[in-house]
């Protein structure tokens, strides 16, 4: 897990989840809002999702979360 600021004072956390079919995504939590993001990754292994998270910078999850779609998580 990974945290950062998005430039408008909020702070998100993000994580990856694992999906059906090898899928996985990167799951953005507002701390402050409590609002949930979700955005795939092009990655087919939870190791490879792993790296793909550790190498994005701070600019690139901002990107990410831009592009992001509104999520609800499973009850």
């Known amino acids: 897990m990974r945290s950062f600021d998005d430039g408008r004072g909020e ?3 993000v994580a990856i989840e694992r999906a ?4 996985h995504f990167l799951i ?3 701390r402050r809002t409590g609002e949930l993001c979700r955005a795939m990754l092009g990655a087919s292994t939870f190791d ?3 790296r793909e998270l550790a190498a994005l910078s701070e600019a690139g999850l901002r990107e990410r979360l ?3 779609e509104a999520w609800e998580q499973p009850q």
């Open 28 to 30: 953005f939590a507002g």
């Open 48 to 50: 490879e999702a792993q």
């Open 20 to 23: 059906s079919y090898g899928a």
């Open 66 to 68: 831009a592009a992001a």
């Open 11 to 13: 702070t998100w956390d």
